[in-house]
């Protein structure tokens, strides 16, 4: 059996006398999306830029591809590509000009560099704007060109944070599909602050609270593993407030709209059924119901309760 690609052992590193993140443990296989949840300043940034080896750790190791990143930098960084929330284009340099030059300072041999940077355009969809200043791109495909720049040199790692941050609707659906396609031969870490951005892409998910890992599993495992605590529900002819309030369980009621309405619930594993019931008898012509998405803060909550319980 393989090594994992990243494996990471008792990481922690201190800013000043703050601890931003403590004992980190985790392995990362070599294909598929891995999902780095966290908040901001809940210490991701940190742990991508030790893994990266921009930032030198207080404590602990990382190895990628069983190349310890502190002890051979240069050798490690040949694994890694890496897109930052604010990719390091040069806006007066041509899609073309930029990813050589990213080639040559991955120390990529030059009779490599072509084919390299044409595999890398076509994969990212940009080879129509080879000759194209960077600055007259649109947002979306200045977010593909750093993508391209990360895969140029071929690496075994992509390491993203926050690669859909700023786009259009559009553009988040096209980023999403080029991940998901670079992840089939290599893992891919995508960083974000948004639930459903990693419920989308990722296989696997790492959060991180506080500087530490509070769960680590398969997206199905933390689905059943974070309890939802409302409801989102659309009704032709709703009730007043006071009225839900009258049903068991239901603790606080939220009007979205006219119809759609979202309802706080304890935890209740018959309020669904029970809601639908009610709707019938009162004819409230109730149209949607679904569970609702527990929001980031909720979920740490959620996962600290447990974590201390344990």
Known sequence: MKEPIVKIEHLSHKYSTSWAIRDINMEIERNGIVGLLGSNGAGKSTTMNIMCGVLNQTEGRVLINGIDIREQPELAKTQIGFLPQMPPLYMDLTVDEYL?????????????????????????????????????????????????????????????????????????????????????????????????EVQVLCKDIKMIDEGRIVFSDTMDAFNNYVEPHSLLTLMENPPSEAALLQIPGINKVEFLTERQIRLYFTGDSEIAERLIETSVQNGWRMREINLDKTALDEIFKQLSTKSTKS
Not at 107 to 113: A, C, L, N, T, V
């Open 100 to 196: 050589i030059y990213t080639a040559e300072l991955r120390r990529m041999e030059k009779k490599q560099i072509k084919p390299a940077l044409e595999e890398a355009k076509e994969r990212c969809g940009i080879s129509h704007f080879s000759n194209r200043l960077i600055k007259n791109l649109s947002g979306g495909y200045r977010q593909r060109v750093g993508i391209a720049q990360a895969i140029i040199h071929k690496p075994k790692l992509v390491i993203m944070d926050e690669p859909t941050n700023g786009l259009d609707p559009n553009q988040i659906t096209e980023v999403r599909a080029l991940i998901k396609e670079i992840a089939l031969d290599r893992a891919v870490i995508f960083s974000s602050h948004v639930l459903s």
